[in-house]
């Protein structure tokens, strides 16, 4: 049954139950860290190097941005 299966962060394919690979990872917009689920350790990597790209490239709009 795929009505609860999660998807992957990072492509967003749908992960089978048990085979998730959680780890909590900063997102854009949001303080702190959330926990997103992958398919593989390579993806959650892969995701990290990507938002630690945009987090650094990307301005603040607020007067101490």
Do not use: Q, W
Not at 44 to 54: F, L, N, P, R
């Amino acid at each position: 049954m795929s009505l609860f299966k999660k998807k992957c962060e990072y492509c967003k394919s749908k992960i089978e139950k048990n085979e998730e690979v959680f780890r909590d990872v900063k997102v854009p917009g949001f303080i702190g860290t959330r926990k997103k689920a992958f398919c593989s350790k390579e993806h959650a990597d892969s995701y990290e190097t990507e938002i630690a790209g945009h987090c650094k490239s990307s301005k603040g709009g607020s007067c101490c941005g």
